[in-house]
């Protein structure tokens, strides 16, 4: 053990670098200002100045997803914190690893009101998988081993180490390294074996069995088991929007993507099987539809990190706490043991139906009749140009289904999106944070002019930083998911849902403005050839005005508190579930 004489601001930029962390998103402001200071001396972190907290928040998400490192923000007191609030909301909803770090004020202010002070410990307490307010500088170093542990083990999530100002401004004796006091932080990452035996018994058993696979798969790293559980069993298998690439797009088995813009053939595999087989996966509303319709007779084997989770929703019939990788791969060894014994299930009629399903409707869209630009095929060409190796970072909204649906995913953790929490301006700052982990991969922000215009801020960021990802802007002038809605369930009243962004702002001008380079297109013939122009700059960022038809939809389309059973393939028209035809 070392000891070395510090202030508390050193001993936060010592206790960061010895837990491996070469980057920070942050914005500096007075009460986080002292630990500005020796961060301007450390060779080992990068401090990338974004323009809004809530970029800085989002940044750090996308770093981590696509490196599987805790990405790291930093922000100051009051109005500071709050604004991480958001980027904190959805690193909690979508499991994303994180630590937020932030200035407080003097101890001695805590609780008067005083200048830039906000209880940010109080406020993230529901949406952060653990916080600390630290007062005293001796608790630094420990407390941040604490937060990067709590963040990135278990359930990921993350985490909120909020230091008061005079904590940081105090000397003391900094020893390292330094012992973790979590004593009643123990995950389960192993399953249980009589749970795996009796899940492997059941899927032998069945006739229609699914492999519903959300993002625990990903954040687990068991793409791989996953492959070779889905070949040894013959089962159908469902990726969330949280698990895009689990299992490759192209592969035989895999029925795509469910929920409420999911496809038929996913949909339908759930609601008619006779069991689930949840990995990673928490029975979202946006995947069950109305819960009480959902797969009506279908037992559940659910498999989680999370043991909250289990049966939160739906009831399990087989509860797995464990970590994914471990569970299928524990799952496989328990299925081939009945296999090897003459059990094995039989699932040819279920694969006629699934494929009646898949054949007759595929997910496609119409070309808009007055030859102007479809956003579907903007973003599908975009797919096929960049490729499986490019990230796709979405926003959210209409843009973020069809990066969904017409992107091929075909390796883990190529499609970034915010899908629990649904935030509108991820897409760019996420994206940033994505380019700077893989700073030798294309990166692809797919954005919709509403989002694109909550965080564009941060385009200043990447040009100056040297972060050149390239942004597809899908306008079509409007809030189009709400737009879609107010189509279908309000008369075609649109209520303050026209952005009038085809003309302010110039996308192209914004662009050149923020040092980057803008391009405009309009006209499908020159789609190619304006993706092949940006493809091709790859010093600064480049961002691309898709000016696209405003009254594209978004189907499949489950409607709100409907059931899945009630899955719509275009406006007045629903598929013939008995006949797949």
Known sequence: MTTEQMTGAQALVRALENVGVDTVFGIPGGAILPAYDPLFDSRKIRHILVRHEQGAGHAAQGYAQVTGKVGVCMATSGPGATNLVTPISDAYMDSVPMVAITGQVATSLIGTDGFQEADISGITMPITKHNFLVTKAEDIGRTIVEAFHIASTGR????????????????????????MRLPGYRPVTRPHSKQVREAAKLIVESSRPVLYVGGGVLKANAAA???VLAELTGAPVVTTLMAKGALPDSHPLHMGMPGMHGGVGAVGALQRSDLLVALGARFDDRVTGKLDGFAPNAKVVHADIDPAEISKNRQADVPIVGDAREVIADLIVAIQAEHDAG???DYTDWWRQLDAWRDTYPLGYDLPEDGTLSPQFVIERIGQLAGPEAYYVAGVGQHQMWAAQFIKYERPGAFLN???????????????????????SAVWSIDGDGCFQMTNQELATCAIEGIPIKVAVINNGNLGMVRQWQTLFYNER??????H????????????????IGLRCERPEDVD?????????NDVPVIIDFVVHQDAMVWPMVAAGTTNDDIKIARDMAPDWENGD
């Not at 993350?158 to 100002?165: Q, Y």
């Not at 005079?166 to 900094?174: E, G, I, K, R, V």
């Not at 899908?419 to 994505?434: I, Q």
């Not at 649109?494 to 952005?499: C, E, F, G, I, K």
Request: net charge positive; proline share 7%.
């Open 529 to 537: 050839a304006v993706i092949a122009k940006a493809m091709e700059i």
């Open 501 to 516: 962004s085809r003309r302010i702002p110039d996308f192209v001008k914004l662009a050149e403005a923020y040092g980057c």
């Open 156 to 179: 990921p999530g993350p985490v909120l180490v909020d230091i008061a100002k005079d904590a940081l401004q105090a000397t003391f004796d900094f020893e390292w390294p330094v012992q």
């Open 343 to 345: 059990r094995r299930g």
């Open 225 to 227: 088991e996953l492959k």
């Open 418 to 440: 915010s899908g629990g929490a649904g935030t509108m301006g991820y897409s760019v700052p996420a994206a940033m944070g994505a380019k700077v982990g893989k700073p030798d």
């Open 494 to 499: 649109y209520s303050n849902t026209n952005l």
